[in-house]
């Protein structure tokens, strides 16, 4: 008979979880002061088809793609790859944001804690990493930084929390 507290099973238990950790990649979350309640002046549900600064990009039935008619794309002081307004059923509910380079990616990031507030950094957790992942969460906004260290590309997605969990109901199961 083996004992549930068999020192091998504990090995093995060992070795999956530090497994687990290491290719784990750095996360970090932090709650939002500040909610802006959309993005440059434009609020969370507006109709972004009657604002003549943007034109559309991308459609289809439910959700339409926007860019500001103006170029080049600047967010933080910096100039990014774009700045993609989104709306779905005609209610603006998302930002994407892409940016290239380490140094763009430290003004983004800077900017945005100093906006929204400090990471919880826990003490001894790594600095960098493959991808970095940075969280910050107020009652009507969420901000999502995604930044790929080996390609130096960055990604910045802020949300309506209300608007933009609908967006899973225009994702087809057949992946068309």
Do not use: C
């Not at 709650?31 to 604002?51: K, Q, T, V």
């Amino acid at each position: 008979m083996i004992h549930p507290f068999d020192s091998r099973r504990l090995v093995r238990l060992f070795m999956t979880l530090s497994a687990l950790a290491i290719g784990i990649d750095l996360a970090w979350s932090s709650s939002m002061l500040n909610d802006p309640n959309g993005f440059h002046n434009i609020p969370w549900g507006a109709a972004l088809s009657s604002r003549p600064e943007l034109k559309p990009v991308r459609s289809s039935p439910h959700i339409v793609e926007y860019l500001h008619k103006e170029q080049p794309s600047s967010f933080a002081g910096a100039e990014v790859t774009s700045i993609v307004y989104i709306s779905l059923d005609d209610q603006f509910a998302r930002v994407v944001i892409r940016y290239h380079g380490d140094q763009i990616h430290g003004e983004v990031l800077s900017h945005l804690q100093g906006r929204f507030g400090q990471l919880d950094r826990v003490p001894g957790q790594m600095a960098r990493g493959l991808t970095q992942q940075y969280n910050w969460r107020g009652p009507d906004t969420e901000i999502n930084l995604t930044y790929q260290a080996s390609t130096e590309r960055g990604y910045v997605f802020i949300d309506s929390r209300t608007l933009a969990p609908r967006f899973n109901d225009y994702i087809t199961d057949s992946a068309e």
